[in-house]
Every structure is written in C-alpha cells, then in structure tokens.
T-cell receptor, first 117, second 113 residues
C-alpha cells in the first residue's frame, strides 16, 4: 500500500522567510496530493492540492510542486507570517470519483512550523 | 469546519468503559470517515462509510466499531476502552464527486485512564 514520508518534523523560521516542507510517496498510482493545515485545537483544513497532471500550483503565498518521476511533492510558503504557525500534513491518494476505496487519503506524520516574529 | 461537528469535544473515561463519539454534518456529503491522531504519527484511518449501508475498515479498526445512523451522522464506539486509545479523534466528510477532498471536524480529545 501507499506510504507517505514527510520532512522535516519541525521547522522554525523567521517572519518573512520562506518555508519548505517535503513529502515522498511510494505508490506511483497515486495521483492526488493535498496539503492540510492544523491550527492548535482545530481539525485539519485543506489549504492547497495538486493533481498529477500538473507540476506546480500557486495560491498567493503558498505553492505546491510535484515531481512524479521522483515521487515527491513539496509545500512552499513565502513571506511567512506568525499566523502560518501550525502543523502541516501532506497526503496522497489514488483519486477516483466513483466507487471503491479510492479517494482514501494516506497522510504524512506532520510538520510543526513555527514562525518567529 | 463548522459544517462538521463532533461531540463531545473532550472526554475522560476509565479502562473498560464503553464510549461513543458522535459526528454530524450539514454538508450533504455521502462519505464519512473516522481518523485517529497521535503525536508524531499523523492521521490514521479507523473506519469509513460511503453511504448509510456501506461500512469499511480502515488501517486501524481493531477495538473500534462504527454506526452510520443516517447520511448526516456517523458514530464511533470503543466497546471497552484501553489506555492506548488515548488520542485525538477526527471525523471527516467528502462528496463522492470529489471523494479525495475531505473536510474535518474540530476533533474529540479522548483520555482513557
């Protein structure tokens, strides 16, 4: 089955710097890669996702890149702010819209990001 | 996400007790999931349901059972709680047309003494 490795487990940056979190996956059939942000005391929230038919996706200060050959994908946060401090999870799935178990997400173990003012 | 609610938010119980955690959603989604979160281990799938008549085991179903009482309600039970079931539990939902986009509830912190 799919296995997702996430690094680093903790990351501390100065406000305004960039942060990068990397994940690798094992199943080449995986084709959907979301990133979730979990703030203290809350459930994970989807912040950005990418499908295997594209190599990069951006949303304001957040971007995700995907390298299918190497089976890894990364989250990039630019101009970090204190409110970016949270735990970030990557995940992978073999996306299929109808039926079966496809669509179940396999999560990485999380990265605790701290942004120092 | 306020559309997915979980009760209780916190629960302390003793070894051997039966516990039920409840999840309700107003998103109209057909799929619902229960996850467990432990420090350093990420989120692991316990059970999932594609509709009221469909229940499936996830990665770590031993010691747990579920009930899908209606499309909007999905309950997780611990028949006889043990201390290593102390964890954060999250319910999530998704729509079958975009099954991989999941929306999480706020979580239940369960402590088993």
């Amino acid at each position: 089955g799919e296995n997702v490795e996430q690094h680093p487990s903790t990351l501390s940056v100065q406000e305004g710097d960039s942060a990068v979190i990397k994940c690798t996956y094992s199943d080449s059939a995986s084709n959907y890669f979301p990133w979730y942000k979990q703030e203290l005391g809350k459930g994970p929230q989807l912040i950005i996702d990418i499908r295997s038919n594209v190599g990069e996706k951006k949303d304001q200060r957040i971007a995700v890149t995907l390298n299918k050959t190497a089976k890894h994908f990364s989250l990039h946060i630019t101009e970090t702010q204190p409110e970016d401090s949270a735990v970030y999870f990557c995940a992978a799935s073999m996306s299929q819209n109808y039926g079966g178990s496809q669509g179940n997400l396999i999560f990485g173990k999380g990265t605790k990001l701290s942004v120092k003012p | 996400d306020a559309d997915v609610t979980q009760t209780p938010r916190n629960r302390i119980t003793k070894t051997g007790k039966r516990i039920m955690l409840e999840c309700s959603q107003t998103k109209g989604h057909d799929r619902m999931y229960w996850y467990r979160q432990d420090p350093g281990l990420g989120l692991r799938l316990i059970y999932y349901s594609f509709d009221v008549k469909d229940i499936n085991k996830g990665e770590i179903s031993d010691g747990y059972s579920v009930s899908r009482q209606a499309q909007a309600k999905f309950s997780l039970s611990l028949e006889s709680a043990i201390p290593n079931q102390t964890a954060l539990y999250f319910c999530a939902t998704s729509d079958r047309r975009r099954a991989d986009t999941q929306y999480f509830g706020p979580g239940t912190r369960l402590t088993v003494l």
